[in-house]
């Protein structure tokens, strides 16, 4: 998962002038940082066009235009490098700081993963597509077990390690098409596009097998073992819905906890939620 682009690399430019020309900006309510070139081009060619208009007015010989032309590339590099510099700075600016403020807005800070609302987007924009194809998604609830006495006895710190180390773990199993995000505490949710009952239950299983086989070195030489219960339901088309789907899977979820934790239920099977062998 990416992180928020970093402001290392500007353009070395006069901080005042991109301060003001950045208030400009903001002042004008261009929110697109492309169109804010067309301010420095503009200023630009105005300048150029009334010192061209100045020098072109009296009768001029062949020397003139020549001594013209050379006065219109001295203004244009006096005038035109910095100004482009300037936009250049800004515009890398603009989008930086657009892209962090994006990346913000709809990613978890611990985990680096899809917060809720954006899970919810990308999720039900994933499965109207995977719908159209008449194919059958997954949903997946991963909730890591005794999160509460891993925060009593090791600390938060720990249960934070807890968390991300559970989500990348569920990060490697994430295919190209699929949705992961942080459903909320210490849950986290993952749509499986296209796939059938048995890649499904194949996933979840390697799943939880890896939390479960997985030790954090948090307090040496002990170490934190971990375990999580999955929930696992079947969005099928063309009848299925995308909430439908997330309730089945947390009633699988909530069947799992209570069937001892630490297993994987699948919604609406034969042995409806009942725990797969490990």
């Known amino acids: 998962m990416s992180r928020p682009p970093s402001d290392d690399h500007a353009l070395s430019v006069t901080p005042q002038a991109v301060r003001l020309f950045h208030r400009l900006i903001v002042w004008l309510g261009l929110r697109d940082s492309v169109v ?13 066009a009334v010192l061209l208009r100045i020098l072109v007015a009296p009768p001029m010989g ?35 700081s657009q892209r962090a403020q ?53 600390g938060h710190l720990a249960g934070d390690r807890a968390i991300r180390h559970a989500a990348d773990l569920c990060r490697a199993e994430t295919r190209a098409a699929d949705v992961l995000g942080r459903y909320g505490g210490d849950k986290l ?44 339901a079947p969005i099928a088309s063309p009848n299925g819905t995308f909430e439908r789907g997330l309730a089945d899977a947390d009633s699988a979820l909530r069947q799992a906890k ?3 934790r630490n297993r994987l239920c699948v919604y609406g099977d034969e042995r409806e939620a009942e725990p797969v062998a490990a």
């Open 258 to 260: 209570r069937l001892g």
């Open 102 to 154: 994006r990346y913000l807005a709809t990613h978890d800070s611990l985990t680096e993963l899809c917060n809720r609302r954006e899970f919810f987007r990308r999720a039900a924009h994933a499965y109207e597509r995977a719908r159209r194809g008449a194919g059958t998604s997954w949903l997946m609830m991963i909730d890591l077990d005794d999160l509460e006495a891993i925060n009593d006895e090791w």
């Open 36 to 48: 804010a070139i067309t301010i420095p081009l503009v200023l630009l060619s105005s300048a150029l």
């Open 189 to 232: 949710a993952l749509l499986l596009v296209g796939v059938d009952h048995e890649g499904a239950l194949a996933i979840a299983t390697r799943l939880r097998k890896r939390i479960a086989e997985s030790a954090l070195a948090v307090d040496r030489p002990r170490r934190l073992r971990l375990a999580a219960s999955i929930g696992l």
């Open 62 to 96: 062949s020397f003139g235009y020549v001594v013209t032309a050379g006065v219109a590339a001295a203004v244009t590099l006096m005038l035109g490098v910095p100004l482009i510099a300037l936009a250049a700075d800004l515009i890398l600016r603009l989008d930086r």
